[in-house]
């Protein structure tokens, strides 16, 4: 084999050894079906590696395996989070103190806090009583997520000793399918807890004045913006620095990643290429080959350091180290290799970035660039170069980080191509423009933001174009979650079509093949399912029902609930449509959460159970009248009380009835209970508050949802002696039925 398939091939077989530990029967399965493999295959295809490199490839994946086991963060003997329990046993406002050092540059969060990763050195509990006087001070290690007020992390970085007062908190687990984990996030950085700081003191001052490469960016950012204002200054940094090196305004940085333009916010190979070019171009006549390489290695190194050392960024760096270095010693460098060695020789570095997204975009869309590029510029050789480089290099990246994006983000971001080809000439120029600008404004501020000015029009002009493929319909299609299978199958028709050349001839199979992959599985299940949920969403009652492809949504929370829980599980069941939605809750502004999701999703119709009170100058809700069954396909809901929302929910078909009971004043809900209209039910879903012994017998549920994570204790005892089954959606995560007839909790932590 040729040095460059040797190296891919064992380069391979150390990130197949990385990624196959999610599961330790796949990762068993593999070494044991690789026995056999080395044997078989060189009878069956004659280019294939001899036994020895096949061994060797073995060996590596199987030792790469356990290597990842052995990086994986764990919890020191006196980690701060092991103190916690005993901080908060009196309840969750225990306040303490909590000593340490800085250990990342703050970021604004998206409630308007500053947050940064803290290395805990110091405990000390600050409340006690008679009976437990507070704890004495404790020496502690271990990384803390902290979020402080906004203004109180101002000028804070890296090796700033700091003093916060706050709650300390254990995250939480994922409570919803499709949600965002926050603890399996805090414990692949390293950290296992939380905290919400009220008040940050820094013991010395001079700590916050020392140089650093977070000054160096906020200078360049602020040259940046003092001209170009906000949003476009931003963006513009964000471009040349990536969006981790600033803060770009949320709802911005949303619209870029619906359309597909993510990458655009991430440095990466694209300021890489250009940073070395421009340096190579200019020092041509002036400079030695040894000083362009000098004066290349040390651009990078400055580049990284502003960038905050993001993996990608690191990637891309040490590829670019590599052109250097093969233009030392006068050689060429094998840009395939080069990028798999580079992304080996990082993943041994840090074996855990095998999971970061960015990391593996970054990779797969550079893989596509060296691979694909060319093939596709045969197919369009018909057009003008130009015009054909518009469309081959984002399509070939698109192709690379496809299945990987349907995986993990659950949409296909419909508008994905056109967008890129409509924007690439502008992402070029503002990107050269900005560096430009940066570079300058690094050293003379005033001139930097004279520079990045002229970069206004076109990044207007490049949000203009952002915001019109948002404003289209259907800007992001569902496709739901991809099953790990499907993700194999998808690379492997990618690998085949690259590897072989009747796949390439006849490319129009193995793609047919791809999409028939990700559609029919989905069509058959969108034909058949029917299925209610109910959503774990912090006291807040959300029912989701799904019958036949048809959707009615019943509540969505506040704007964070309906953007953090509602919005990832409609996409994770690849819901592109909401036929319904029944709003009950009187206590929440309903505009901000329902157009948070309309941004996404189009609502057909909206209803209200209280009347023409919860109409909205943007939203029109018709009240549901009480009485009256309402049928919505095979689904029938009934409204008996408005005040408080009681109505109950049918499926004929399959002999399911739920109550709703939205309400936490047992009186008024006694009430409404005592009505005749009500008969037995198979679920009840209630608040959590107080329900009578008559009113539980009247209703005769066999199962019962509470909507919190603290129901009240007596209900909870009178349902148990009526052998019924008692969820608790904060304790259990999101309740499932289907209608098989059972009843699956999300965490598996249901109360019998």
């Not at 050195?121 to 507070?134: K, M, S």
Request: hydrophobic content about 45%; proline content about 6%.
């Amino acid at each position: 084999m040729k040095n460059t398939q040797v190296h891919i091939l064992l380069c391979l077989a150390y990130v197949i050894g990385l990624v196959v530990t999610f599961n330790p029967w796949v990762r068993w399965g593999i070494l044991v079906a690789a026995i056999p493999a080395i044997w078989l295959l060189p009878k069956i295809w004659k280019k294939s590696p001899n036994w020895q490199l096949l061994l060797v490839t073995i060996a590596i994946a199987g030792s790469a395996s356990f290597y990842l086991e052995l990086r994986i963060p764990r919890l020191a003997a006196n980690d701060i989070s092991k103190y916690i329990p005993a901080t908060a046993e009196r309840g969750t406002s225990q306040f303490t103190i909590v000593q340490g050092i800085v250990d990342s540059y703050p970021h604004i969060t998206r409630n308007q806090n500053s947050q940064f990763w803290l290395n805990a050195t110091q405990l000390n509990e600050i409340q006690g009583n008679d009976l437990r006087p507070a704890d004495v001070s404790k020496t502690v290690n271990g990384r803390v997520y902290v979020t402080v007020p906004l203004q109180s992390g101002t000028g804070l970085q890296p090796g700033v000793e700091v003093s916060i007062t706050g709650t300390l908190y254990l995250p939480q687990p994922n409570a919803n399918p499709g949600g965002f984990s926050f603890r399996d996030y805090l414990s692949q950085s390293g950290g296992f807890a939380g905290m919400r700081g009220v008040q940050l003191r820094v013991p010395d001052e001079k700590q916050t004045q020392q140089w650093s490469w977070g000054k160096l960016r906020a200078r360049i950012a602020a040259a940046q913006v003092k001209w170009l204002d906000v949003p476009v200054g931003p963006l513009v940094t964000a471009m040349v620095l990536g969006s981790d090196a600033v803060d770009l305004p949320f709802d911005l940085r949303d619209r870029f990643v619906r359309v597909g333009l993510a990458h655009a916010l991430a440095a990466s190979g694209f300021q890489v290429s250009l940073i070395l070019n421009a340096i190579l171009s200019l020092t041509r006549k002036r400079l030695s080959v040894v000083a362009q390489s000098n004066l290349g290695a040390v651009a990078l190194l400055i580049f990284l350091g502003l960038t905050g050392f993001q993996p990608a960024v690191v990637r891309s760096v040490v590829m670019g180290m590599a052109v250097l270095i093969g233009l030392r010693t006068n050689r060429k460098i094998n840009q395939l290799s080069s990028l798999f060695i580079a992304g080996t020789l990082l993943l041994i570095i840090n074996p855990l970035w095998v999971w970061d997204i960015g990391f593996e975009l970054s990779f797969l869309a550079t893989l596509g660039l060296i691979v694909t590029v060319e093939p596709l510029q045969e197919k369009l050789d018909w057009l003008p170069p130009t015009i054909a480089d518009l469309i081959t290099v984002p399509l070939a990246a698109s192709i690379w980080t496809l299945p990987i994006q349907l995986y993990v983000f659950k949409v296909f971001p419909f508008y994905s191509l056109p967008a890129n080809i409509l924007t690439s000439p502008l992402i070029s120029i503002i990107s050269i423009g900005g560096t430009i600008g940066a570079l300058i404004g690094s050293i003379v501020p005033i001139l930097g933001s004279a520079v990045s000015w002229m970069l206004y029009l076109p990044t207007q002009l490049l949000i203009g174009i952002v915001n019109l493929f948002n404003y289209l319909p259907g800007t992001s299609f569902a496709v739901g979650q991809i099953a790990l299978w499907q993700l194999f199958a998808l690379y492997g028709i990618i690998l085949g079509v690259w590897i072989f050349p009747k796949w390439q001839k006849n490319w129009k199979i193995p793609a047919s093949i791809g999409i028939l992959l990700v559609i029919v599985p989905l069509a058959i299940w969108k034909t058949t399912e029917l299925q209610i949920t109910a959503l774990a969403s912090k006291d807040s009652q959300i029912l989701v029902i799904q019958d036949r492809g048809h959707t009615i949504l019943i509540n969505s929370g506040n704007e964070s609930i309906a953007r953090f829980v509602v919005l990832p599980f409609l996409q994770q069941q690849a819901i592109n449509r909401i036929d319904r939605a029944i709003d009950f809750n009187r206590d929440l502004p309903v505009s901000n959460s329902w157009q948070t999701l309309t941004q996404t999703i189009p609502i057909a119709r909206f209803h209200s159970i209280g009347g023409e009170s919860r109409n909205t100058g943007i939203i029109k809700f018709e009240p549901l009248p009480i009485g009256k069954v309402q049928k919505f396909d095979r689904v029938e809901i009934t409204t008996i009380e408005t005040n408080p929302a009681i109505f109950q929910i049918e499926i004929p078909e399959s002999k399911q009835k739920w109550l709703i009971i939205g309400d936490n004043i047992a009186d008024r809900a006694q009430q409404a209970i005592d009505l005749e209209q009500l008969t037995p039910v198979q679920t009840l879903y209630w608040s959590g508050g107080r329900l009578a012994e008559r009113a539980i017998a009247k209703i005769h549920p066999k199962v019962a949802i509470a909507a919190t994570a603290n129901p009240d204790p007596e209900t909870v005892k009178l349902l148990e002696q009526n052998n019924v089954r008692v969820y608790y959606t904060d304790r259990d995560g999101a309740i499932q039925w289907t209608p098989t007839g059972e009843f699956k909790p999300y965490l598996e932590g249901e109360k019998y």
